[in-house]
């Protein structure tokens, strides 16, 4: 089988010139790279993508649903509910036996290079299910021993296999916690089974949040790097989640994820059924931008499903269902995988450093202007897709400090389909309404007029060259433009966040 | 006296197959059911039948 590679040889690196410019705090499991991370750390992350938001514009990741099994309840989750074209946590079309699932890591390797890091997500509880758990790492470190293994669990069983974690080389950790206080808890968790009983209300709450931090102190102590996961459910936790980002942190946790609740009544969940919204883009982002202090916020989280298979921004898990796997000849090439990684590492030096020499004089300019953009891309960290074939769009924050990633859009059709190319060109301004301009790597003329009404500028001359270095280029621009008074600064409108299916 | 698992219902987690003290949970090709000679309901247990307690799924295990 011929190996597919992200095509980044396409195109030479964009000049730049001048000295290094400001920095700034990084966010995102350390966008800015390496810089303010210990060495032994980077060494851990560099190449996972939900650790690192620069390394998931270069690395894939796939999950595999050997877990069924759940020990708690949560209102944003129906275990029952999977449609193919669903897409979020606790939904998985196939399950699969350690033996299959060991084998489609094979397969999915021999065909992805970019594929660096295997999750254990579910569709239930890792941890709740320790035997297929663990006997799918076993099988996954005899045949592909430089594969990195990581695990997602609610916590409530944590406790009990930390040991165990550390024993199969599990480096990275994802404890999902909602809340520190059983008061808020007892309005996400109807109820959870523990010590062969079934708790509800407030005691299940407060056993849950105490494994959860018992969990994560354990894990942390251990050198395991832990990433937390937040679900953002307002009037519920949103204000709360300020004290639960300072319970993890003290505690040691790496890198908090909060993440917008998937709530519509077509899920069957409690919070979809009785109308429990969503946060808006805004509302996520302030939320994000109060708990970054000293602590790493990730937003490049994709919410993916608990057999998602790729980069970040897509699922091909359709192309390595059972019946395929199983036909497939694997041949498992790790000389291969090693020569390409190490390009990557070259190529993403490349980009830190257009990026640091663009940003001279940059600090003047812009004092403090605040900018959205987003950016059509089908990874390596390159403007590469065509605005019309985009599922999703990454929006970038520009300022003085350069350009910081602070989310994604999915512009991607929910399943009922039958929506015309209007629609879908609606439904687009709406998701980026709230960026100053859209970076391509092409565009039709219809669309860039559509945009350009609802003042987004569509931006085609920085095609196959490098995200971060081409913005804070157009920014300079832009501001050149602001002052001459051939552009005008508009008050931007609310972005978006798509609640419907990801089709990748 | 025995519990039933509604195939309609049941996600086939095996949650319950864990749990079962008299070892009853059966499965075969990916279904699970009860072994209605065995089930005792859990008769003597405080909290009633363990299956019923650990099931994620809403009236998926009844009494038959």
Known sequence: MQARIIPIFENKPAGGCGATGGGGKSSCG??????????????????????????????????????????????????????????????????LTPELAAKKVLAVAAEIPQLTVVGIAGPGDALANPEKTFKTFQLIQNSAPDIKLCLSTNGLALPDYVQTIQDFNVDHVTITINMVDPEVGERIYPWIFYKHKRWTGRDAAKILAERQMEGLEMLTSKGILVKVNSVMVPGVNDDHLVAVNQAVKSRGAFLHNIMPLISEPEHGTHYG??????????????????????????????????DAVGLLGEDRSQEFTTDKVAEMKVHYDAEARKAYQAFVEKEREDQEAAMKRELSG???????????????????????????????????????????????????HYCQGGYGEEETLETVISAINDCAAVFVAKIGLCPKKDLEQAGIEAVEEYAHQYIEQSLVAWFKGYLARLRSGDAVAVE??????????FVA | MAMTIDESQCTACAMCESECPTDSILEKGGVFSIDAASCNECEGLEDGPQCVNSCPVDDCIVRA
């Not at chain 1, 894939?60 to 309840?73: F, L, T």
């Not at chain 1, 350069?402 to 989310?407: C, D, Q, R, Y």
Request: with cysteine; aromatic share 6%; hydrophobic share 30%.
């Open chain 1, 273 to 306: 059924l009785t109308g429990q919204r969503g946060p808006s883009a805004q509302e996520l982002k302030a939320l994000q931008d109060k708990c970054e202090g000293d602590m790493n916020l990730m937003r490049h989280c994709r919410q993916c499903r608990a």
């Open chain 1, 492 to 501: 931007r409108g609310q972005g978006s966040l798509r609640q419907g299916a």
């Open chain 1, 30 to 95: 350390s966008a800015a790279g390496r810089g303010d991370l210990s060495p032994e750390v980077w060494e851990k992350v560099k190449n996972h993508p939900c650790y690192s938001e620069q390394a998931h514009h270069h690395f894939a990741r796939m999950h595999v649903a050997v877990a069924p099994a759940c020990n708690i309840q949560c209102h944003y989750c129906n275990r029952k509910y999977d449609c193919s074209n669903e897409s979020r946590p606790g939904v998985v079309s196939e399950k």
């Open chain 1, 362 to 412: 940059l600090a003047e300019d812009a004092g403090h202007a605040n900018v959205l953009v987003a950016v059509a891309t089908k990874g390596s960290g390159r403007i590469n897709e065509h605005f019309g074939h985009a599922g999703e769009f990454q929006v970038f924050e520009l300022t003085a400090a350069g350009a910081k990633f602070v989310g994604h859009r999915r512009v991607d």
